[in-house]
C-alpha cells in the first residue's frame, strides 16, 4: 500500500496494479445510497461491521496467513487484521478502528503506525483504537447499529455478526443491511472490473505458462506450484481464489479434485487429457479460470470430440449472454449441446428433447453452468430472497436463480464428464438406459473429463471475455508445440464474434 507517498493506493511495485482507496469509497456511496432507498431506514443509522481475525494453527502459536473478510473488505479495502469499521449512512462518513497494538509488537512485528498513518492509507474520516469504539459511537448518539446478518446461500453458513463489549447498550438491527450490501456486491464498478481484469489477464498468463512446461511425468503438483509462482512473482498474488485443481487422466472428472484427501499427487501420464482449474486472487478480489488439454500436446480423435462439444456449448452461450436472459435458461442450452454433439459421437442415441426431459445432460454435467465472481470466488447474490432453486438434476447447482444484469462478472464452465458412479445410475435407470449406447460409452469411461472455464462482465448488450487462453484444439496445440518462453497467445476470435 503505497501510504508513504501521500496517496491512498493499493499497490505490491512492480507491474502490479494499483488500486484506487476511491474504489471502497464508491462502494460505500453505493451501500448508503441502496440503504436509504430502502423503506424502513432511520436516520442516524450507522453501519458496523467487524472485520477477519488472525487465526493461528488450531492450539499453536502459528499464524495462519491473514485474508480480510469479504464484505468487511468490500467496504473498506482494509488489508489489517482485527479491525472494525463504521459507516454514517446518511453523510456515508467512514470510521476506521483499529487494534492497539502492545510495545511488544514493534519488536516481533514491525512498526507501530499511529492513527493517522491509517487515515491516509484508507481515505477514510476518522481512526480510532477498537478499545474505545463504545465511547466514540456513544458520543455519534446513533439511532441503530445495523449488522450483518445473513445467509450464504451457497455454504448455508451465517455471516459473522459485529459484537464488542457494550454492544448492549446500542439499540441494534441485523437483518437490514445482509439484503442491501449483497445486492451492491452483485454488480461491479468500472473500478471493481479493472482489478477483475487484471485478475484475470495474470492468471491467464499463469495458465499459459503451466500449458508451456507440462509434460508425461511429471506429478499434478508440480503444475500447482508453476501457477502460484507465477500468480504471485508476477502479479502479487499471494491468495488463490479457491483450492487449486490440477486434475490428469480418471481424476479430470472428479469436479473438486485437489482437496486434503487427493492433493494433486497423481504422475502425469502420456496421453492423459488435464483439467486445470485454478484462479489467482489480487487485494481479495478472484478469477476462475479452467483449461482442459492434452497433457502431451496432441488431441487423439476421441479426446478431440469431447473437448469440441465443450467448446461449441461454452461459444453457444456466451453467444447468448446478455441482460435479461435467465442464467437457467443458460445451463439448458449448454446441456442441449452437450447431448446433440454426444449423440453425433455415438454415445447418445434417440431423441434430443426426450432426453431434455429425463435430464440425462446432468449425467455428463452434474455441477451448474457457472456463477458470480467478484471479491469471493462463488460471490454473494445468486439466490435473493423470494429466488428458489429449480430441483432438477444438474439445475439445482447453480448457484445464481435470477436473470443476468450488466455489471455481474460470471464464469461459464460448461463440461463433459465420465464419472462412474453417474454413468452406473444412467444404466440402471429405466428412463435414461436406452439413450445410452454402451459400447461406444465404454470407450471413454476413465478418461476423465473436459471442462472449459472463462470468467465474463455483462455488457448492455453482451459480454467483454475477461479470460484470454488458447481455446480451439488448433490454438492449444500450436502453443503446446512452441515451448520457446517468448511464446504469446492471442486469441482469434474476439468476445464480439461469439
Given amino acids: 500500500m503505497a501510504a508513504a507517498e501521500g496517496k491512498a493506493v493499493y499497490w505490491l511495485g512492480n507491474d502490479t496494479l494499483r488500486v484506487s482507496a476511491a474504489l471502497f469509497a464508491e462502494n460505500r456511496r453505493r451501500l448508503c445510497e441502496g440503504l436509504r432507498a430502502k423503506q424502513g431506514l432511520q436516520p442516524k443509522s450507522l453501519v458496523l461491521l467487524q472485520g477477519g481475525e488472525q487465526k493461528q494453527r488450531y492450539c499453536t502459536d502459528t499464524d495462519v496467513v491473514f485474508r480480510q473478510e469479504s464484505f468487511f473488505h468490500w467496504t473498506f479495502g482494509v488489508t489489517e487484521a482485527d479491525c472494525y469499521g463504521v459507516v454514517d449512512v446518511d453523510t456515508c462518513k467512514a470510521f476506521l478502528f483499529i487494534p492497539k ?257 429425463v435430464h440425462l445432460g446432468a449425467v455428463f454435467m452434474p455441477h451448474g453452468l457457472g456463477h458470480l465472481l467478484g471479491i469471493d470466488v462463488h460471490d454473494v447474490g445468486g439466490y435473493p430472497e423470494g429466488t428458489e432453486r429449480i430441483d432438477e438434476p444438474g439445475l439445482k447447482s447453480l448457484r445464481m436463480g435470477r436473470v443476468v444484469l450488466e455489471r455481474m462478472v460470471l464464469t461459464v464452465e460448461p463440461g463433459i464428464y465420465f464419472i462412474n458412479h453417474l454413468l452406473d445410475k444412467a444404466l440402471a435407470s429405466e428412463q435414461q438406459r436406452g439413450f445410452i449406447n454402451n459400447d461406444v460409452l465404454a470407450r471413454f469411461r476413465g478418461s476423465g473429463g473436459v471442462r472449459i472455464e472463462d470468467d465474463i462482465a455483462v455488457t448492455a448488450d453482451g459480454m467483454e471475455l475477461l479470460t484470454c487462453v488458447p481455446r480451439t484444439v488448433e490454438e492449444i496445440e500450436a502453443f503446446m508445440a512452441d515451448r520457446s518462453p517468448e511464446k504469446s497467445f492471442s486469441p482469434t476470435v474476439s468476445s464480439e464474434k461469439f
Fill in 101 to 357: 497494538l502492545p510495545e511488544s509488537y514493534a519488536t516481533w512485528m514491525g512498526e507501530i503506525y499511529p492513527r493517522e498513518h491509517f487515515k491516509e492509507k484508507y481515505a477514510v474520516e476518522e481512526v480510532h483504537y477498537t478499545c474505545d469504539i463504545a465511547e466514540v459511537l456513544t458520543n455519534l448518539k446513533p439511532s441503530v447499529l445495523l449488522t450483518l446478518r445473513g445467509v450464504n446461500t451457497d455454504s448455508g453458513s451465517v455471516t459473522r455478526e459485529a459484537s464488542f463489549e457494550g454492544i448492549s447498550r446500542f439499540q441494534v438491527n441485523n437483518s437490514f443491511l445482509h439484503p442491501v450490501i449483497v445486492e451492491c456486491r452483485l454488480l461491479k464498478t468500472d473500478m471493481e472490473l479493472e482489478v477483475l481484469r487484471y485478475t484475470n489477464r495474470i492468471s491467464s498468463e499463469a495458465h499459459k505458462e503451466v500449458m508451456k512446461h507440462v509434460s508425461p511425468g511429471q506429478k499434478e503438483y508440480e503444475m500447482e506450484s508453476l501457477f502460484r509462482h507465477y500468480c504471485y512473482s508476477r502479479g502479487g498474488m499471494r491468495h488463490t481464489s479457491y483450492t487449486c485443481i490440477c486434475g490428469s487422466g480418471h481424476n479430470s472428472s472428479v469436479l473438486h479434485y485437489g482437496h486434503a484427501g487427493a492433493p494433486n499427487d497423481k504422475t502425469i501420464q502420456d496421453g492423459d487429457m488435464c483439467l486445470f482449474d485454478m484462479g489467482g486472487e489480487y487485494y481479495c478480489y478472484s478469477s476462475d479460470i479452467t483449461c482442459s488439454f492434452p497433457a502431451n500436446g496432441k488431441f487423439t480423435p476421441d479426446q478431440k470430440a469431447i473437448y469440441e462439444a465443450v467448446l461449441k456449448s461454452s461459444r453457444a452461450v456466451l453467444a447468448a449472454i446478455k441482460p435479461g436472459v435467465k442464467w437457467s435458461d443458460m445451463h439448458r442450452l449448454a446441456d442441449r449441446v452437450h447431448l446433440e454433439e454426444l449423440i453425433k459421437v455415438g454415445i447418445l442415441r434417440g431423441n434430443l428433447d426426450d432426453m431434455m426431459k
